[in-house]
């Protein structure tokens, strides 16, 4: 049993920053592939990134264009998204999750987070 636990979520001005945190426990971190996903109201959940430390791959969805970074440290167990230039159409809350069932880019993981909310003003 994996449990996620996010933060670092919040209210930012568009062109914003905020860096989310993304815990987990449970399981060996470092062979634990990871994705984060948003969802805003009344749309579907959709795909922002994947990181996976056995292979040392990360993917992004195409729409951040650069403007996100995944990052980890093994030692705490943590995933971070560190979001730059945000715009007030990327306000969602914010999921992580662990163990993709299906392709990363598919919501369909084993274990999910709480979500955090981040809300971008214009």
């Known amino acids: 049993q994996v449990q996620l636990v996010e933060s670092g979520g919040g209210s930012v001005q568009a062109g914003g920053s905020l860096r989310l945190s993304c815990a987990a426990s449970?399981?060996?971190?470092?062979?634990?592939?990871m994705g984060w996903f948003r969802q805003a109201p009344g749309k579907e959940r959709e795909f922002v990134a994947y990181?996976?430390?056995?292979?040392?791959?990360?993917y992004y969805a195409d729409s951040l264009k650069g403007r996100f970074t995944l990052s980890s440290d093994n030692a705490k167990a943590t995933v971070y998204l560190q979001m730059n230039r945000l715009i007030p159409e990327e306000t969602a809350v914010y999921y992580c999750?662990?163990?993709?069932?299906?392709?990363?880019?598919?919501?369909?993981?084993?274990?999910w987070g709480q979500g955090t909310q981040v809300t971008v003003s214009s």
């Open positions: 999750a662990a163990v993709p069932l299906g392709g990363y880019r598919s919501p369909d993981y084993a274990y």
């Open positions: 990181t996976s430390s056995a292979t040392s791959i990360t």
């Open positions: 449970g399981a060996p971190f470092s062979a634990t592939a």
